[in-house]
């Protein structure tokens, strides 16, 4: 497996725990939303973040769109 889709199914995986989501809910919140997308874009500067600011930069983003 990749590191950009290992990192995607991580942020995925982070965003369910931290709201309490199902995982099938949180991935129709990244489908529409485009987070993948925003994860693919900025992997550089997010991969090397901790868990709790990844979490946080991905509900900016939602809020934002």
Known sequence: MD????????????YKSAHGLTGLAALDIFKKYQVFNYITS?????????KLYIV????DYISHR
């Open 56 to 59: 946080n930069d991905i509900d």
């Open 3 to 14: 590191k950009l889709l290992e990192f995607k199914i991580f942020c995925l995986e982070s």
């Open 42 to 50: 900025c992997y550089d500067a997010l991969h090397s973040a901790g």
